[in-house]
T-cell receptor
């Protein structure tokens, strides 16, 4: 079952604007990750935030995590047309058999228009 | 460049005709995963390998099998595809167990069942 719900489901903005996507999840987490998926392609890892972190930056990306509210947000600043993609949050849990299980949210489709 | 490769990118099979999807990696990662992603949905983990140890998700249908003959290769076999198995199949890898790591995804194989 899906762990997270993302909001909004779809977002359309102009190039240069900021885009904010929110993710809520249901159970306690180990860490939370964000991925981007271009149409019909595989997922690309953007950022991992650990459960004891509140905020993390990577280039134009800023991720926050509030474990008390079981929520996370992804901010993309100064958006570009190339940022057009679907964005997924994923909670991760260590698997007994090794590796980590990602449970993905429903995703936000971002469209950045010129 | 180190990467995850999936072949073929597009696969058409007939209802009930067995099909095999392949994945290879040059990252030398211990863990390999198979996800199913149906249209406009989040990816869902089917199973994963830690080295040669196979771990099935509880709700993965018996129709889906996997083989990992060596570190580099992993196969997804669908024994009797149904129309409901039409989806994007994503292979991913991650470094090791007992820690949270990002996952590296291949471009996916889009399966059509006629």
């Amino acid at each position: 079952s899906q762990q997270g719900e993302e909001d909004p489901q779809a977002l359309s903005i102009q190039e240069g604007e900021n885009a904010t996507m929110n993710c809520s999840y249901k159970t306690s987490i180990n860490n939370l990750q964000w991925y981007r998926q271009n149409s019909g392609r595989g997922l690309v890892h953007l950022i991992l935030i650990r459960s004891n972190e509140r905020e993390k930056h990577s280039g134009r990306l800023r991720v926050t995590l509030d474990t008390s509210k079981k929520s996370s947000s992804l901010l993309i600043t100064a958006s570009r047309a190339a940022d057009t993609a679907s964005y997924f949050c994923a909670t991760d849990a260590i698997l007994t058999g090794g590796g980590n299980k990602l449970t993905f949210g429903t995703g936000t489709q971002l469209k950045v228009e010129l | 460049d180190a990467m995850v490769i999936q072949n073929p990118r597009y696969q058409v099979t007939q209802f009930g005709k067995p099909v095999t999807l392949s994945c290879s990696q040059t990252l030398n990662h211990n863990v390999m995963y198979w996800y199913q992603q149906k249209s406009s949905q989040a990816p869902k983990l089917l199973f994963h390998y830690y080295d040669k140890d196979f771990n099935n998700e509880a709700d993965t249908p018996d129709n889906f099998q996997s083989r990992r003959p060596n570190t580099s290769f992993c196969f997804l076999d669908i024994r009797s595809p149904g129309l409901g198995d039409a989806a994007m199949y994503l292979c991913a890898t991650s470094r090791d167990r007992a820690a949270s790591y990002e996952q590296y995804f291949g471009p996916g194989t889009r399966l059509t069942v006629t």
